[in-house]
């Protein structure tokens, strides 16, 4: 039986010297370990382990603004040690990508029987510096030659100094995708494993992919949209109900299809996105903090059909640095494949509102948190006769409550020496001082397993 509550016996912790940091270490050690076990343990139940634990521990201790940083490496540091002393199957270490080292996953059997996903990663040019991730999705024809020649284009590509991970997919068969549960278990994994490293900067993830990797990567530029600084899909086409475009603003994102490429409406679903892109670029063109939303390259390349020059992709999205705390955060909580996501950017969903879809549009300016919050309901307005899928919609948005919410914070989204104010659909339902505490640095940690989002402070809110 799995746990959901994380009980620790400590409620503060001081600080002083090294023997107390020693143990101040091994306190918030020990919840992180507790936390991974319980996950570890809800995925391999198939369970959804983003709905079904979230972070909550008991350790607390208000900080000062001078410790913040302090406080905020030794977190850092004990999730490391925490997750390098785990035992589990470690990704293996960086060496040159022409030399083709490969190593295998085991998936949980209860998100997928007999799933192992082996992998190619490497690294390509200067590595004295944290290098950027590129996530290479293959596409759908035999996997053994689609992985090979996986590694020979990310080879090829002119992104270096770079490290690749390049999956083969576990198996084959009828609607098998990239982004069902069990690989996203595999790319939460890689991402945790691969920021704990030190050898990959974490503001640089970028994942792209062919065909069926197109498809895959398209999805999950949307659902992890926090986590990459580009996505870049070729040969793709997803309808826009499994990919919402609003989840991809404040990241690039590059999208190739050959304009002859009629297979499953690819040409014709890659211009509703470019149309989706652009017309959310032109209602939304900057962030609070004036930065470009939407900024986005998608074509139809003309004469081409499925098979396009794939060079193209990688040299455009390493010009792309991630923001790891926009202003501005647009977030369709989608399930994919079962599950939801329980945070996005710097909020962190603790009670849904219902069972629809969610919506949340938040700005942050003058210290002022606004979100306006809805259930979205699609409604097809166009359905293709051959396949059955569901080609274009358009969304019907309620204003919606009941649910809870933990919004994270720091000084580069709001001053903390100062009242901070948060609006929900027009409802005032905070306003006051945060204090930073060493808990909510633990949480978001615990949360989002990401060295830029270890946040001093949170409100807490329901609406």
Request: with cysteine; glycine share 6%.
């Amino acid at each position: 039986m799995i746990s959901l509550l994380f009980c620790l016996a400590l409620t503060s912790i001081p600080l002083s010297g090294n023997a107390q940091r020693e143990s101040n270490m091994n306190t918030v050690k020990e919840y992180f370990s507790q936390l991974l076990d319980n996950r570890e343990a809800a995925s391999v139940e198939g369970k959804n382990t983003f709905s079904a634990l979230s972070p909550n521990t008991t350790v607390s201790r208000r900080l000062k603004a001078k410790d913040i940083r302090m406080y905020q490496e030794m977190v850092w540091e004990a999730w490391c040690e925490t997750n390098k002393e785990r035992k589990e199957e470690k990704i293996i270490e960086l060496d040159d990508l022409k030399n083709g080292n490969k190593a295998t996953w085991k998936l949980p059997a209860n998100l997928e029987p007999n799933a192992v996903m082996p992998y190619f990663y490497g690294r390509k040019g200067d590595t004295r510096t944290s290098l950027p991730l590129f996530i290479y999705l293959h596409g759908s024809g035999p996997k053994a030659l689609e992985w090979t020649t996986g590694l020979q284009l990310a080879n090829m590509f002119d992104d270096a100094p770079s490290a690749y991970f390049i999956p083969q997919i576990p198996n084959e068969g009828e609607y098998y995708r990239w982004w069902h549960q069990s690989k996203q278990y595999a790319w939460e994994k890689l991402i945790r494993q691969t920021l704990v490293s030190g050898k990959v900067d974490a503001n640089r993830l970028y994942i792209f992919g062919i065909s069926e990797g197109g498809y895959g990567s398209q999805r999950l530029a949307s659902f992890y949209a926090d986590y990459w600084a580009a996505a870049g899909p070729m040969a793709g086409g997803e309808p826009l109900k499994n990919a919402p475009v609003e989840n991809c603003a404040n990241i690039g994102f590059s999208f190739l299809t050959g304009a002859d490429d009629q297979g499953f409406y690819r040409n014709i679903l890659t211009h509703y996105t470019q149309m989706a892109f652009d017309s959310a670029q032109l209602s939304s063109p900057l962030s609070c903090d004036g930065k470009p939303l939407f900024q986005h390259r998608i074509n139809l390349l003309p004469g081409m059909q499925h098979s396009i020059d794939y060079r193209l992709t990688t040299p455009w999205m390493k010009a792309f640095t991630r923001n790891p705390y926009p202003k501005t955060v647009l977030w369709e909580d989608f399930e994919m494949d079962g599950r939801h996501r329980s945070g996005f950017y710097n909020i962190q969903v603790l009670a849904r509102p219902s069972a629809a879809r969610t919506y949340y549009e938040m700005h942050i300016a003058d210290n002022v948190v606004t979100l306006n919050i809805s259930d979205v309901e699609y409604i097809t307005t166009q359905k293709d006769k051959q396949w059955g899928i569901d080609m274009r919609f358009r969304r019907q948005y309620t204003k919606t409550k009941g649910g809870i919410l933990r919004i994270y914070l720091n000084d580069s989204l709001v001053r903390l020496n100062r009242k901070v104010t948060i609006i929900i659909n027009g409802e005032q339902v905070f306003c006051g001082k945060v204090t930073p505490n060493l808990k909510d640095m633990i949480n978001s940690c615990a949360e989002y397993f990401d060295p830029y989002r270890i946040y001093p402070a949170s409100v807490e809110v329901k609406y």
